[in-house]
């Protein structure tokens, strides 16, 4: 009889020593992924939660919204952006960053992609705010603030579109930004 039960401990013991390892190697396993996955973010200085992607294509397809754009976009300033990120996951917040043709930056566009969502902070990071003032973009409220990013001021409107937070930003004169502002609108759906 103790010979039964003696085996039927160790059968015991072995179920949980098997148990403890398979935890313990699923949890090293998921740690080791999701330090893999967050190196490459790390290496190009990204903040937490922002994922630099490919195009406004991609980016569409990471948050599952489709992205305000200019309809005029002056002569100036190269198309496409030179810098797309995204944060928030699905539905989050996008930056679209572009350069004049001599590579200097030239215009930021932040935005929402869900109405009444505000604007993840990880992507306005960075700015001082110098000076505000009210105005307005086709007829909507808006705010005009001169801003400093990394060191280099630049002109900045904050406002609603469509219910979604846009802010656009750049170092032109206030009426080609005014300009771009009015002609920001949604893509189509494909």
Do not use: C, K, N, Y
Not at 15 to 31: D, H
Not at 73 to 83: D, G, L, V, Y
Not at 93 to 107: K, M, Q
């Amino acid at each position: 009889m103790t010979g039964t039960v003696t085996r039927a401990r160790d059968v015991g013991l072995e179920l949980a020593r098997m148990l403890a390892t398979l935890f313990w190697v699923s949890g090293a396993s998921v740690v080791t992924v999701a330090v893999l996955g967050a190196v490459p973010g790390w290496i190009a200085g990204e903040s937490a939660g922002v994922r630099r992607v490919t195009s406004v294509d991609d980016a569409e397809r990471r948050l599952g919204a489709r992205l305000l754009l200019p309809a005029f976009f002056p002569e100036r300033i190269a198309w496409p952006a030179a810098e797309v990120r995204v944060a928030g996951g699905r539905r989050g917040s996008a930056a679209l960053a572009f350069r004049d043709h001599a590579g200097a930056p030239a215009l930021q566009l932040v935005q929402a992609t869900d109405d009444a969502a505000p604007i993840a902070d990880a992507l306005l990071e960075g700015a001082t705010v110098l000076d505000t003032r009210r105005t307005a973009v086709a007829s909507r409220p808006a705010t005009l603030s001169s801003v400093l990013v990394e060191g280099v001021r630049w002109s900045e409107l904050r406002w609603s579109l469509g219910g979604r937070a846009v802010v656009l930003r750049g170092r032109g004169d206030l009426d080609e930004l005014f300009a771009i502002a009015r002609s920001i609108h949604g893509r189509a759906a494909p």
